[in-house]
């Protein structure tokens, strides 16, 4: 059955950082590109006007990607401005109000988790939840219990199939991309296996540090930050079995599948690192035990991965800014040329971020009139021109009410159960320089499996 259409797009949290960054950006594309052509509504309790939004928007593009004067005017035209307290009903009577004719809103909550609740609870009282929609932002909930709490109360008010977690990674070119590659080449499916690889690791690095937000980080950290969301959904991309179809009821009973076959993490299995200089930002404890890097070794349950490790590693402050994925294949069953060599694995390397690379690490032979050989990579680079930004396709998949690219309730509790031992203060930081691949201990997760592979910048050949 194809979904109707939302007919106007609420979104709360209209003063906020997200909204300044993100949220103003998509529209404005998604005007250019798609024609958008609903009332678009804001509602924050920072006493502005209409005129103080428009002025935000404009600031909010002119900082983002540029203004586009056309679409500009037709943004200005569509926007319409609420203020009030989200915990007064009068707030939620004069959002109803400017619903008016709207019978299918799609509402955003770009706010705190902490605020779900109220915020679901004053929509339905106003009735403006009939046949609407909701997406809600990250991270959804601190730990397994506060996830299963939240679900319960976002079910009081809407329907499962009307709840739309978003996460911008899934709705990254390159993550979709490695979802692509994987089930739509016959070649792959006879090695993805523990006969043919070795082990997988999956880095998302950042060179910077928490840009102010210490007061932030301190209640997230690494793990909550990238690793139970972002990085756990990359895993189940490489390691999920192919979904019956590619309907979201289909892909995320897939990913279901995989995330129950993940074990828990142990605490032996996890090294948390603290960079030097982060217990001096502003908001951040004097003896804070927070983790700004995480290395981690996972195993997943399967017939298809039993005895293959996939390694996790994510950072602040760390040589570079990339993600990326390395799924090493085990060498051939005998030695024939370059013994010295038969530790340069084959492999497949996938950079999802900032560039987009496929690539396959081989070995050729040299010229010459002996059997030696040289390790080489064969490289697919895409070259992505004004590709929709995460938000705007996300945005527009659940005005259109595609669940294909957002999490379903029982994945996101299941990707909870992976990290919840290992969350909080389970054993000290480790200290790491900024500019280092973090502290030492870091790499006795990986002994035996070659070490970790750093992600390099990448070196774009000339045309």
């Known amino acids: 059955m194809t979904a109707i259409d939302s007919d106007a797009f609420v979104f709360f949290g209209a003063s906020g950082d997200l909204a300044y960054k993100k949220i103003f950006p998509a529209l404005q594309a998604m005007i250019r590109r798609d024609g958008l052509d609903i009332p678009i509504i804001g509602v924050a309790r920072s006493g502005w006007t209409i005129d103080q939004l428009r002025e935000r928007a404009r600031d909010s593009l002119e900082h983002n990607g540029g203004v586009d004067e056309a679409a500009f005017a037709k943004l200005s035209a569509l926007l319409r401005y609420v203020d009030g307290d989200y915990n007064d009903a009068t707030t939620y009577a004069n959002l109803k109000i400017a619903l008016k004719d709207s019978q299918r809103p799609l509402h955003y909550l770009a706010i705190p988790p902490s605020m779900f609740g109220p915020v679901a ?9 009939t046949n609407a929609r909701v ?34 990674y899934l709705g990254k070119e390159a993550v979709q991309n490695l979802l692509y590659f994987r089930f739509a080449n016959s070649f792959l499916e006879p090695i993805w296996n ?8 999956i880095t998302m690095a950042e060179n910077f540090g928490v840009q102010g937000r210490g007061a932030f980080y301190e209640e997230v950290g690494t793990i909550r930050d990238v690793v139970q969301n972002h990085l756990l959904q990359v895993l189940a991309l490489l390691a ?21 076959a993940v074990r828990p993490l142990d605490p032996k299995d996890i090294v948390r690192g603290q960079f030097v200089g982060y217990r001096n930002e502003p908001g951040v404890a004097a003896d804070s035990q927070v983790e700004t890097f995480v290395a981690l070794r996972l195993h997943v349950d399967t017939w298809r991965w039993a005895g293959v490790p996939f390694y996790i590693r994510a950072g602040k402050c760390l040589p570079v800014t990339a993600s990326e994925v390395r ?4 060498p051939p069953p005998m030695d024939i040329f370059d013994r010295a060599r038969a530790h340069e694995a084959n492999y497949f390397r996938f950079r999802l971020s900032p560039e987009v690379v496929i690539s396959t690490g081989a070995r050729v032979k040299k010229p010459g009139g002996t059997m030696h050989g040289e390790s080489i990579e064969l490289v697919a680079r895409h070259q992505l021109r004004r590709e929709k930004s995460p938000y705007e396709r996300l945005l527009s998949d659940a005005l259109h009410g595609d669940e294909g ?19 909080g203060d389970v054993d000290p930081v480790s200290f790491y320089e900024p500019g280092t691949w973090g502290p030492a201990a870091a790499a006795k997760i990986i002994v035996g499996n070659g070490g970790w592979h750093d992600p390099k910048a990448e070196e774009i050949a000339p045309c």
């Open 121 to 129: 609870h004053g929509l339905a009282a106003a009735n403006c939840t």
């Open 135 to 168: 997406i809600v932002e990250k991270p959804f909930g601190r730990d397994l219990a506060s996830a299963q709490a939240l679900n319960r109360t976002l079910h009081e008010v809407f329907p499962e199939s009307a709840i739309f977690r978003i996460d911008h």
């Open 194 to 201: 523990r006969n043919h690889v070795a082990s997988v690791q």
């Open 240 to 260: 999920m079995d192919a979904p019956v179809g590619q309907d979201a009821e289909s892909m995320n009973a897939a990913k279901l599948q995989l995330f129950r």
């Open 327 to 330: 799924v090493d294949l085990k």
């Open 405 to 423: 690219l957002f999490t379903r309730d029982d994945c996101v509790e299941a990707a909870w159960r992976i990290v919840d031992p290992v969350l």
